[in-house]
Structure formats: structure tokens, C-alpha cells
């Protein structure tokens, strides 16, 4: 299936220039280009007409989950036929393996993991590995070790109804794919075998599939409901696929075994031969238990460590990642690269020494600083055609695009940058609170920029206290509780939202109409030039814009903050009048993303059952109730109460407004 488009808007203003330009260079091999565009000049869209032109997989990068998310939306509503699919981190908690040498302390990795996101981790791989009309939305976990793509296809197995398949033969099949069987529930990820069939969940699906038997021979597959079992389709033919990325085949755990005893070996008598016989104890102890569940369950915990013998590869090799799943022409867009690009470059240096204190005290054996993220120029090396995407571009991608800087200036709407107010700090929060105050009498948001979490909080806390309607949002708060938030201000559900540099690039708020910096005059990476021209660019949305900037001196990075905002005002104020345009605020429909909704249910953030209900029609309620009742029975299996309290509630609620109805 090909790329198609859907959309109610056209190309306007520069982006049909923009376009072509970018289609241009492409065709003609050019490997690295930037669009410099402004925040509300429909960079996304932009991108998206490239897209459809272009017709090649795609890798969006985003330096955060929320704003992956707010891409994911973005590119499922232009493109709802074809595969859009999410790939950022699985965990929801994560605590790295550690060793603290001063005070003798050892961290054990600690992991609450998504399910909901591993599951669309595993579509995102399993849509490259079966169709070209594929964009992925990720984060910087996409340079982070995966596995083997080639292991993961030929561990693939075709299931086709008149063929020869036999259910023990498939059984046998599906647990070397890391599949459970558990015939009592199934969940994504199981298998249940019952008489003549096999219900198999592959975690990267919807609904169970089930496959019956005449015998030895297929006789159907079909995709069944995953509450009542009711039957939705039919299929001539299905691939399944693992439900892990790290799989390998046994003949390959048995070669690698070999290789990793060897090496164990080699280290426990070279830290014998240094009198540390602690440690050589440890590694002996840990590996040989580690190497015992390999052979008999095919798996460990943290088999990653091991992947350098799984994949078959050499000492010092990169590993494999997400890029290794895409075709070698696919292209990659670099969202707000003046920030993603250095955050790949990081990744590097910072997850090596934490590893090598772990393989220095006989935790890990030297082969497991080979599961590790990419260094920048395997990055370099992994991608084809580039396109660095930012209003603020940095250093790198203005020195390898040369002269393929396009500029998007000029915004389809016709607004200008946002005029900027420079206020002594001296009175700024009874100011602020003024301001807020008025966008709220006129049903307008805003966004107040601090320097420091505890900020955040504290001045959330103190303008509540004061009458107002905010919230605070930083990196502490999980990525579901931060789209939820996000779509909350979106709604009207408060006026102002309280941040760090998580109110910078890329959100998309057109109901925002001031933007409030606090301690603009502290010079630093959170007040820089890129910054400020980041933070003003939330109010470029809507006609009303407006940014106060609260300082008592006027900084470099502010003068040339301003300075650029002036340049970009005049080439806008000068389109609009040379074409006639008259400004207009953007109006954006709050996208509905239902997995992500799902996911916060689970978290215990849900709808009301209000909303629900308003969302459902009558006769659809009832199989609301028992996906419901049946995710409040796994949360009580997980021994969360407090989430099968709330599902409780809800299912009474509904089932007292379905009483009522009747």
C-alpha cells in the first residue's frame, strides 16, 4: 500500500516551495538538509506532504515522549491508512544495574515495564518487517540494542489453513518465540491449548488468533474477540511473529554458550591472577546461574548483557537497533534537532561507565559493554537521507546541510511572532498572576516557564492556593500523566500549566496566548538564544499571542533571541501584505488517541464514565463492561487494588446509567 495523504488543508504560504525543495534534494541524493521552519508554520504537515511524495519508510526522531506522542497523532490523522506506529521506551519505571564501589553497594536492575507500550514496540517492528508504508515515531530508544532483526524474521512462523502444521509441532514453535502458555487466561504474549485448537495473544495484535485442527492439518485461522471469544475474521494465511525482540534460535544459544564460558573463564583467572578472588568468584557464580537458564529456558534476565555472542557478533561491534529493521532507503527526520541530536550523542558515554564499574567488580563480563546504545557515528553511519527539523537549528545540522538550509518563515495563517514584553522581576508573580487572570476571564491558556522543578511545584501550589486554575508538568511526572495533562489544558480543565524545558519545542497548544518566562536573565542552557526563541514560539499560535519575559537585565542570548524574532516579524508582516493575508489563529481538532487512553485506565488517570458512555452507543455498553471487568481482574492478579478499585467503580457506574437508559 502506498502513502496516501488525508487532509482538509493544501500547501500555503512557503510550504509548497519548502516541498519541492526537500523532494529535490532528494531525488538527487543529497544525504543531509535542514527546514528551518517556525514554530506554527506547519512543519509536521510539511513533512507529511514530503512523505506521500516521497514514498519511502520513515524514522521520526523525538528528543521526548511527550512530543513523540504529540507526532504519533499528528501523523495517524494524515495518514490513516497507513502503518503509523510508536516506538519509546517500555518502561514506566526504570532502575539501570548498578555498583557503588565507596559503600560496597550493589543496585539490582529494577524495571516496571509497559506491557501496552512493549506491545506497540512490537507492531512498530513487525509493520517493517511486513510492509513499506510504515512511519515509526520514536524516541532516542531507537539507538538502544534490540536484537537481531534477522533472528526475529526467521523465527517467524506461517500458519495457512490446509497445510501440514501439527499443534504440538506449533506449540513447540511458539514457546522458542517466548511464548507462555497459560490455559486459565490469555493474555498478549500466551497461548492457550484447548482440544483440536490453540488460542494464540501475539502481543503486537489486538485480538487473540485462534488456529483449529483436523488432525495434523490446519483447518482455520481466525481472529477471535479477546473477551467473549466471538469470531471477527477469517484468514488465508498468518504470520506470527515473536513476542520478544531478544529471541535466537536454540543451535545459536547452544554456540553462544560455548563462547560465553570461554570468556568467563578467561576473566575469573585474570582477577585471580590480581588476588581479587571475590570477584572472580562473583563472575564464575552469576554467569554459570545466568548460562543455566539459557539452556533451559532459552532466556535470563538481562540476556541483553549477552548479546554480543547471541547476535554472533564481534568485540567493540555496534549492536542492533531499531534502524536495522528498516530497508536501507528509509528516511529519517530529526524532530527538533538542536536538541535530539545531542541527546543521541550522550547516550553513549553515560550507560559505558555505569557498565564498566559493573564488569571492573565481576558483575558483568567485559562483552556486556557491547549492549549499549550507538555512538554518534554509528548513528551517522545506520542512517541514509536526513532531515533536521528545527526553528532553532544547532551547529551540527547547519554545518553538514551547507546550502540546503530551507527556510519556513512564513506561517499558511498569516501570524506573525508574537510580541515580547521585557518586566523587572521585581513584582513578577503578582504580575503573572494579573495576566493569567485575564486569559483566563477570556477562556485562553498559558504556559509559565521556571527554572527548576521544585519551582514548578511551588508555584503551582501558591497560585492555586490564590484562586487560580494550574497545574505543573516536568520530567517526574510519567508520560501518560503528561499527554493527559496536556489534552486537559487543551480542554479547558485549568488555565495555566507550570513547567521546566518541557514547555519548549514542539508542543503544539493553539490555545495558548501567553507565555510567561520567569528568570529570563539567568544566562544558561535553559535561558540560551535556541531557549528563548523556543519558549516565545508556544505563543505563535494564536492571534492573541504574547510573551513577558521577567528580568532585570537584558542578556546576550536575549538580545539575539530578539533580534532574530525581529528578522523573522518583518519578512511575515511583509508576506501578509505583499499576498494580502490577514492573520488567523490556527484551530487544531485535541487528537483522540485510544491506545494512549487505554494505557492511562490501566494507570488509574480514566475517562468518567460519563465521557464513556457519551462515546458509546447503547448496545456497544455491555462489551464495554467486560473489557472492563476483565482488566480489573488483571490488576487484581498484579495485587493492584487501588486500580481494580477504580475499574470497580466505573463498571458500576456504567451499569447504573444502563439501568437507567432501559
Known amino acids: 500500500m502506498k502513502f496516501k495523504l488525508r487532509s482538509k488543508f493544501k500547501p500555503a504560504g512557503q510550504q509548497p516551495q519548502a516541498i519541492q525543495a526537500i523532494l529535490q534534494n532528494l531525488s538527487c541524493g543529497v544525504n543531509n538538509q535542514t527546514l528551518l521552519g517556525v514554530t506554527g508554520s506547519g512543519k509536521t504537515f510539511t513533512m507529511a506532504c514530503v512523505i506521500e511524495k516521497w514514498q519511502r519508510p520513515v524514522l521520526v526522531a523525538s528528543h521526548n515522549k511527550v512530543l513523540a506522542a504529540q507526532l504519533y497523532a499528528e501523523f495517524k490523522s494524515f495518514f490513516p491508512n497507513n502503518a503509523v506506529e510508536y516506538f519509546i521506551s517500555y518502561y514506566d519505571y526504570y532502575q539501570p544495574e548498578a555498583y557503588i564501589p565507596q559503600s560496597d553497594t550493589y543496585i539490582e536492575k529494577d524495571a516496571a515495564i509497559n506491557e501496552h507500550i512493549e506491545r506497540l514496540r512490537l507492531k512498530a517492528t513487525t509493520s517493517l518487517l511486513t510492509r513499506k508504508d510504515v512511519i515509526v515515531v520514536a524516541s532516542v530508544s531507537c539507538i538502544y540494542n534490540i536484537g537481531d532483526p534477522t533472528d526475529f524474521a526467521h523465527m517467524c512462523v506461517e500458519v495457512k489453513p490446509g497445510h501440514g ?3 504440538d509441532h506449533l506449540m513447540g514453535q511458539l514457546v522458542a518465540m517466548q511464548y507462555e502458555r497459560n490455559d486459565l487466561e490469555l493474555a498478549p504474549g500466551r497461548y492457550r491449548a484447548r482440544g483440536g485448537r490453540i488460542d494464540i495473544f501475539p502481543p503486537y495484535l489486538e485480538h487473540p488468533l485462534r488456529v483449529s485442527f483436523d488432525g495434523d492439518i490446519v483447518e482455520s485461522v481466525e481472529t477471535i474477540h479477546k473477551v467473549t471469544a466471538a ?12 513476542a520478544r525482540h531478544f529471541v535466537t534460535p536454540k543451535e545459536r544459544i547452544d554456540s553462544a554458550l560455548i563462547d560465553i564460558e570461554k570468556e568467563m573463564n578467561e576473566r575469573a583467572a585474570a582477577l585471580k591472577a590480581q588476588d581479587r578472588l571475590l570477584e572472580a568468584q562473583r563472575i564464575v557464580t552469576r554467569t554459570r546461574y545466568d548460562m543455566a537458564m539459557m539452556r533451559t529456558l532459552g532466556f535470563c534476565n538481562g540476556i541483553e548483557n549477552y548479546s554480543r555472542y547471541l547476535a554472533g557478533r564481534g568485540a567493540g561491534e555496534r549492536p542492533y537497533c531499531l534502524m536495522d529493521y528498516f530497508p536501507k532507503d528509509f528516511l529519517f527526520i530529526v524532530d527538533e534537532s538542536h536538541v535530539t541530536l545531542p541527546q543521541f550523542g550522550g547516550m553513549y558515554e553515560g550507560d559505558r561507565s555505569r557498565k564498566g564499574v559493573l564488569v571492573e567488580h565481576g558483575f558483568r563480563l567485559p562483552s556486556a559493554l557491547d549492549n549499549r546504545p550507538l555512538k554518534f557515528k554509528e548513528v551517522e553511519s545506520v542512517v541514509g537521507q536526513s532531515i533536521y527539523v528545527s526553528a532553532t537549528p544547532g551547529p551540527y ?28 522581576i521585581k513584582g513578577q508573580i503578582e504580575d503573572l498572576m494579573h495576566r493569567v487572570k485575564a486569559c483566563a476571564d477570556k477562556k485562553q491558556r498559558a504556559l509559565v516557564n521556571t527554572l527548576t522543578k521544585r519551582t514548578a511545584e511551588d508555584l503551582a501550589d501558591f497560585l492555586t492556593r490564590k484562586g487560580l486554575a494550574v497545574r505543573y508538568l516536568h520530567s517526574d511526572i510519567d508520560s501518560l500523566q503528561r499527554i493527559k495533562i496536556l489534552k486537559e489544558l487543551r480542554q479547558g480543565q485549568f488555565d495555566a500549566l507550570i513547567g521546566v524545558n518541557l514547555l519548549r519545542e514542539g508542543l503544539d497548544i493553539p490555545e495558548v496566548t501567553l507565555v510567561a518566562v520567569l528568570d529570563a536573565d539567568k544566562e544558561g542552557f535553559l535561558r540560551s538564544e535556541t531557549s528563548i526563541i523556543q519558549l516565545c514560539g508556544r505563543a505563535a499560535r494564536n492571534l492573541d499571542g504574547q510573551v513577558v519575559l521577567y528580568a532585570d537585565n537584558m542578556t546576550g542570548s536575549m538580545q539575539r533571541a530578539l533580534g532574530e524574532m525581529q528578522r523573522r516579524r518583518e519578512l511575515q508582516v511583509a508576506y501578509n501584505k505583499e499576498h494580502k493575508i490577514t492573520p488567523r489563529t490556527i484551530i487544531k481538532e485535541i487528537a483522540e488517541l485510544s491506545e494512549f487512553e487505554k494505557m492511562a485506565r490501566r494507570k488509574g488517570l480514566s475517562l468518567t464514565s460519563e465521557s464513556l458512555l457519551a462515546a458509546k452507543d447503547k448496545k456497544s455498553l455491555p462489551l464495554l463492561v467486560k473489557e472492563l471487568e476483565s482488566e480489573m481482574k488483571e490488576a487484581a492478579e498484579r495485587l493492584d487494588f487501588e486500580l481494580a ?7 458500576s457506574e456504567i451499569k447504573s446509567a444502563l439501568r437507567v437508559r432501559v
Open 397 to 424: 545540522e547547519l554545518s553538514h546541510s551547507a546550502d540546503k538550509v530551507i527556510e519556513l518563515v512564513v506561517r499558511p495563517t498569516g501570524l506573525v511572532d508574537p510580541p515580547v514584553e521585557v518586566h523587572p
Open 645 to 651: 478499585a477504580i475499574l470497580r467503580d466505573q463498571i
Open 231 to 242: 469470531a471477527l475474521s477469517r484468514h488465508k494465511v498468518v504470520h506470527l511473529y515473536p
Open 165 to 167: 502444521q501439527g499443534r
